[in-house]
């Protein structure tokens, strides 16, 4: 945006040159003399004698209307023509009987009205810019014609389209100006307006409005059919302090849930994957409802909790599918699976309290966790499958069966056999090499694990639960 800078000389009737003039302040968007610059001028005098009748946009508009009808009434510079003399680049331009010039830098004026007229070109004059270097010049005739070119685009007052504008006011008496809504009583002089440099500035992209508000149109029966399937989901602002309770405590057992299932797949290496984006989503679903472990009361609550249940829903079910699934390898050790089974029951009952304190609604736009081609299939069957797969592709000289003798008098055959059934085949040579049997087995340690040449970390923690579960199935004789 182009700038302008305003100097004036006092008391000259002759052509000087412009460094001579003494700059007095920068115009970026207009300047006025005259009628406009008298009631800018009140304004300002009303507002420092009671600035508490000037807090507000629409006290300064209403200030400003009566200060117009004031002048309406005065017309004190009703022939300012008589007391001006203008110049647009170095022309003499003669006025008419006028009470008042603004000079125009930008085309938005008095709050928003376009005082020149327009924005296209015509016969005469090209389109007025903010960034051309060029100033528009136009007359001010009265306080009607300034209220009525808030409505109407007027243009029989335009004066000239310039580059530098020259104003000399003359008699004795000084004469109102403003720039830029600031106003003062300018002294008889000569007011030399000019191009002074250019400033970056925010502005409206019509064009971009037009796109986005047609964007919004073409949304607007996208966002009613939402609010439909939604139903309630907007809920009370503020839950109540029962609402806060069974909600904080569904919170709480989602939140045992998901660690006794993260638990689980810790000690499955092979089926942590299946069920990994499952935790993950319920994870960050019960981030987003309880940030920094506070639960949050706010309008979208009822929304947010909404998705957890749906992702708490789905992590019970594949947790359930962990407990049902048979294959020895799947196994849980007991501690575990009896604090999954409680995690699950607890579960259970907390939503069904949520859901009959109408907490959460389920959505149907919810995303679903399952591949589409699994969709019919529990996560117990594809265990099974991928269980029965590796089974027939494990190479194996035994058959697969578990020894029917005590662990301690297990061969180093039998602990090969064991190997198998962990699907740890690939370690039976090393095993019979070394001699491992039955009562070297429960004692072994992770750092002879490593020393057997195991430094897989999933075949290692494998390798440690099983041994785990032998040591506590010795008591009543049993294979593991």
Known sequence: MCQFGMSSLMRSNEDVALEAFNERCVMSNYFGIGLDAKIALEFHQKREEHPEKC??????????????????????????????????DGQRIPLPSLQGIVVLNISSYMGGANFWGGTKPDDFFRAP??????????????TMQMAVSKVVRIQHHRIAQCRSVKITIKGEDGVPVQVDGEAWRQPPGTIHIVHKNKAQMLCRDRQFENVFRTWQHQQQP??????????????PAILSEKELEVLGHFCKTSARL???????TLTLPEIEAEISHIVSKASESLDHLCPYGRLMNMPSVKFIASRLLNCIRELRD??????????????????????????????????????????????????????????TRTLKSRFLDRFRRNRTSEPSDTPFKYPSLS??????????????SLQLGEYKEVFIS??????????????????????????????QQAIRDLILSMGDNSAP
């Not at 300064?60 to 005065?74: A, H, S």
């Not at 996208?222 to 809920?235: H, M, R």
């Not at 020393?451 to 923690?461: C, E, R």
């Open 407 to 420: 662990v301690r008098e297990w061969a180093s055959e039998d602990v090969a056999v064991w190997l198998a």
């Open 258 to 264: 998901i660690r006794c299932v993260k638990v689980a």
């Open 129 to 142: 810019a903010f960034d051309d270097r060029m100033l528009e010049v136009v007359a001010v005739f009265g």
């Open 318 to 375: 594949n947790g359930a599918d962990l407990l049902r699934a048979k294959p020895e390898a799947l196994v849980l050790s007991a501690e575990v699976a009896e604090d999954l089974q409680c995690a699950l029951n607890e579960v259970d009952l907390d939503l069904q309290k949520v859901m009959d304190a109408g907490l959460a609604v389920m959505c149907g736009e919810e995303e679903p966790f399952r591949d589409a081609s699994l969709e």
């Open 222 to 235: 996208f966002c009613q059919s939402n609010a439909k399937s939604t139903g309630d989901l907007k809920g």
């Open 434 to 463: 070394h001699d491992i049997r039955g009562s070297e087995l429960i004692h072994l340690e992770r750092r002879d694990l490593k020393d057997l040449g195991i430094t897989k970390v999933g075949h290692l923690k494998r390798i």
């Open 55 to 88: 807090r507000s946009r629409t006290k300064n508009m209403m200030w400003y209307g009566v200060l117009g009808v004031k002048e309406l009434q005065k017309q004190t510079y009703q022939h300012l023509e008589q007391r001006v003399q203008l110049e647009c």
